[in-house]
């Protein structure tokens, strides 16, 4: 009796063992955050913004921004990604640009299991959205609402400071060879509506139609916006000072944004806009005075 109540005991004992071994191992699997490849580097920026940036372990080229995303790994860029580097790196999501991804490369993905988020903000609407679908995913939720609801906020008092505002004329420079503006649907678009300025070309047939100068200079242009990345220096920005008959050259009133702030979709394109505002409305103002 005694060998075997002994036995029982033995028996309790190991499968309490087993018992807290794996409970420790499941309550380890959910507090660990989930492994992201985030392509592009407007994903990096947003995934750091919303506090899950250590959470990444491979991106595409040009992710640079801010600067610990230098030292994630590259497994491609927009044109082709390295599918083995993926595939020993094994994410738990995949974040992928819906139009700046090669489409192909993700379907193999996807037919290898791995699961695929697509990200596609084409206004800060959409950003503060996707915002707090990353933070569900990465488990910073509660960050991610927080950040969200500041940029809608922040988004609507430069909306409103700016809504009345007497529009002036403006070409925004995107490319300089072939020269290239853009238009409705562009991302830059959206903050020259939001700053109340004019886009001669706002209503071309393409998103970002290349121009010639000769219907620029059909346009009373006041100023000028060329946007430069870090990579790039003036020569390789148009050469306005050949054409002095356009009144924004004439009177010095050309700007060079950061381009890789303002053209990502993350909170840094929400803090370049500001600036593109004030930068606009001190055109505006010169304007003004000069009229008087």
């Known amino acids: 009796m005694k060998n075997k109540s002994l036995t029982l005991l033995l028996i309790g004992i190991i499968c309490l063992y087993f018992n807290n071994i794996a409970r420790a191992i499941s309550t380890s699997k959910i507090n660990e955050k989930p492994t992201i490849i985030a392509l592009s580097p407007h994903i990096v920026e947003m995934l750091y913004d919303i506090g899950a940036g250590e959470q990444i372990i491979g991106t595409t080229s040009f992710a640079d921004y801010p600067e610990q995303a230098k030292n994630i790994p590259i497994i491609g860029n927009y044109l082709r990604l390295q599918i083995e580097k993926v595939i020993s790196l094994q994410p738990d999501y995949i974040i992928a640009w819906k139009s700046g991804n090669p489409s192909d490369d993700l379907a193999r993905l996807k037919q290898l299991g ?60 995107l490319w300089s060879r072939p020269l290239t503006t853009v238009a409705q649907g562009s991302w830059p678009q959206q903050l020259l509506n939001i700053c109340k300025a004019k886009n001669p070309f706002e209503h071309a047939t393409a998103s970002f139609p290349q121009i010639n100068i000769e219907k620029i200079l059909l346009s009373p242009v006041q ?38 702030a303002m053209h990502r979709m993350s909170i840094r394109s929400l803090k370049e806009l500001k600036k593109l505002c004030v930068s606009i409305d001190e055109t505006r103002q010169w304007l003004h005075k000069k009229a008087l």
Request: glycine share 2%.
């Open 114 to 173: 791995f699961t695929i988020v697509y990200s596609q903000p084409n206004s800060f609407k959409d950003i503060a959205k996707e915002m707090r679908e990353f933070g569900r995913l990465t488990g910073h939720k509660a960050q991610a609402e927080t950040t969200a609801q500041q940029l809608l906020n922040d988004l609507d008092k430069i909306t409103r400071q700016y809504q009345n505002k007497e529009p002036i004329t403006v070409f925004y420079e």
């Open 223 to 260: 100023l000028i916006i060329q946007p430069l990345s870090i990579n790039q220096t003036d020569k390789e920005a148009f050469n306005w000072q050949d054409w002095q008959i356009i009144p924004a050259v004439a009177n010095k009133q050309i700007i060079q944004p950061n381009a890789d």
